[in-house]
């Protein structure tokens, strides 16, 4: 099987894979870099793809698919029901920020019906517990897990199958995931200060919502783009001005939305108290915060080191290439993948792997 390295490993963001024997993309994200170049944003582009699997609607797995024009879509309702958003989302940033993008090609995704075709009847997906939506598939002797939560409390996340080659969800890299309750020691502390959540719009957001409120931890305000997608029950008070309180808002790098206005007119105030609760890529609004009046909490959405050890011990590959973390950041959970007898692969951006 050869399988090309469109991005995502090695690095954060961007994720993408080209399985060349089979004409399909597994996956096609953007990275939130502000200050990159485009081919540092961007994916490289497939040789002969003819199918494109979308995982999940974030727009590290997604942002880059208006790029493909001539693509078979194949992603579950949920992912296809937010994927415009999600675009339009990406399209917004990019004017903001001056980022490179084929405005052309995004405006023409944008105001074109969009068809999803049916999933190959040899091929397998099931959910991955990252998000609502989100999928793993088999290809052959291939598994791709997408992001993938073997222990969220939210979604759910169906048995992996056995695969010869594991292209898997290594962003955590070694670090220690401590529980939700983390969370809520740090919000108890810090209870006289104006705590300011910068989320996602989808996924992690209404997880950390809904655990507050049956934590008996109510927000003071939550962004109306992240109760869209809320199944609970919440609505916002009438507040004057920004008291002390709790804020939910979108989105979750501080590139746009109420987020960015938090961080403009909060950043750096000693009563103010940012939490990050997932990856600040360098140079965005979220990764500056972190030198200021920020800290890092994680809410955890993908495998933990000990995790990806389990998912290799069920899933017994020969091959694993991992993705969404640095190799270095990664260093201790590959040995031990290896210590089970199993090749990890470490290529380059471009290159192509036959095994």
């Known amino acids: ?101 084929d405005a052309d090609k995004y405006r023409n995704f944008l105001e074109k019906n969009i068809d999803r075709v049916p999933l190959p009847k040899e091929w397998t997906i099931g959910e991955s517990g990252h998000v609502p939506g989100s999928i793993w598939i088999k290809i052959g002797e291939l598994l791709y897990t997408g992001d993938i939560n073997p222990s969220s409390a939210s979604f759910n996340m169906n048995l992996l199958p056995k695969a010869r080659i594991l292209i898997m969800d290594t962003a955590y890299g070694d670090e220690k995931i401590l529980g939700p309750e983390n969370l809520s020691k740090i919000i108890e502390k810090n209870r006289e200060k104006r705590i300011i959540m910068p989320l996602p719009p989808f996924g992690r957001s209404q997880e950390i919502l809904d655990f507050l409120l049956k934590s008996e931890i109510e927000p003071l305000y939550v962004d109306e783009v992240i109760l869209e997608n809320y199944k609970g029950r919440f609505k916002n008070k009438a507040i004057t001005g920004f008291p002390v309180g709790i804020y939910l808002v979108s989105d979750g790098m501080m590139t746009s939305g109420k987020s960015l206005e938090f961080f403009k007119k909060f950043a750096g105030e000693k009563k103010t108290l940012f939490l990050i609760t997932g990856h600040a890529e ?52 590959l040995r031990n993948i290896e210590k089970l007898g199993v090749k990890v692969l470490k290529p380059k951006i471009g290159e192509v792997i036959q095994v």
Do not use: Q
């Not at 790029?67 to 949920?78: G, M, Q, R, T």
């Not at 030198?291 to 955890?300: E, F, Q």
């Open 282 to 333: 360098a140079g965005t609004p979220a990764h500056e915060v972190l030198k200021m009046n920020g800290i890092r909490v994680i809410w955890k959405v993908h495998p933990s080191p000990s995790e990806c050890i389990e998912i290799v011990k069920k899933v017994e590959p020969e091959f694993v290439i991992p993705f969404h973390s640095t190799f270095e950041s990664a260093k201790n959970t």
């Open 1 to 101: 099987m050869k399988i090309r390295i469109l991005g995502g490993v090695n690095e954060k963001g961007r994720v993408g894979f080209e399985v060349l024997d089979e004409g399909v993309v597994l996956d096609f994200g953007v990275k939130r870099k502000l200050n990159g170049k485009k081919e540092e944003i961007y994916p490289l582009m497939p040789l002969k793809g003819e199918y494109l699997l979308i995982s999940h609607v974030h727009t590290d797995h997604a942002g880059a698919v208006p790029l493909l024009e001539s693509v078979k879509i194949i992603a579950s309702d949920e992912t296809f029901s937010r994927l415009k958003d999600y675009i339009l989302e990406w399209m917004k940033t990019c004017d903001l920020w001056k980022l490179p993008i």
